[in-house]
């Protein structure tokens, strides 16, 4: 994926932004990725449905109505997914979604924007440096499928969340990635530091054989017989 995808130009041209997740910035986009979020809890309980189903079992079985059973177990669950949610929502909404420069050619100051506001901006002069972790799977030997990279991009401020590592999208190339960065940064002399780690993907265990093996003779006398006339 080409460096454009994470470092783009603003929506008026006036600001670089260095993307993480699309959207953010306002209490309508906030919701948006609230609603994501519910549904993607949603998607995760369905998982637990079968247990659900084998609890309302058992409860039949030791006397209790199906109705009650059933009526229950879906409380419990609704109340499972929101809570989860309603402690994840949170997080959500101050989840910085990008980091805005300006001006677009030379910034001096930055902002961050998270999912449900956007900071006031500050001077560049906060931001310490940017830091890539690369992490490369390298295929094994015989291993058809090519090499996998994920980077992970990690805004170093003296407080505050701009700190927390960010996955960049898959594919990224890490090294346009960089030059991106440095091209932007270098008037205000922040550096920008790469990690890059490389480790062999493991190599599959062999297949088991199962079933049966058959071969050989099928009993002890299977050597013939010799009878005199």
Known sequence: ????????????????????????????????????LLGAL???????????ALIVLVAVIVG?????????????????VLGVWLYAAPREL???????????????ELRFVRGARTDAWVPISGLRRIELAEAVEVPYEGDPDPAVSTVHIKV???????????????????DALQRS???????????????TEHRTRPKPPPPRSGGWVYGG???????????GG
Do not use: Y
Request: with cysteine.
């Open 156 to 174: 170093v401020i003296p407080t505050g969340d701009g700190g927390l590592p960010h996955r960049a999208p898959k594919g990224t190339d890490a």
């Open 217 to 227: 003779s099928g009993s002890a006398n299977s050597g013939g017989f010799s009878g």
């Open 181 to 195: 960065l440095q091209a932007l940064l270098a008037p205000s002399g922040i550096p920008v530091h790469r990690h």
């Open 64 to 80: 209790a109505t199906f109705t009650g059973a059933v009526t229950v177990c879906a409380a419990l669950w609704v109340a499972g």
């Open 42 to 52: 949603l998607a995760v309980g369905v998982v637990f449905l079968p247990a659900g």
């Open 94 to 108: 101050a989840t910085t979604c990008r980091v805005q420069f300006a001006p677009a050619g030379a910034p001096t």
């Open 1 to 36: 994926m080409p460096a454009d995808e994470v470092i783009r130009s603003g929506p008026d041209g006036a600001t670089t932004d260095l993307v993480f997740e699309p959207g953010g910035g306002s209490w309508p986009a906030g919701a948006l990725l609230l609603l994501r």
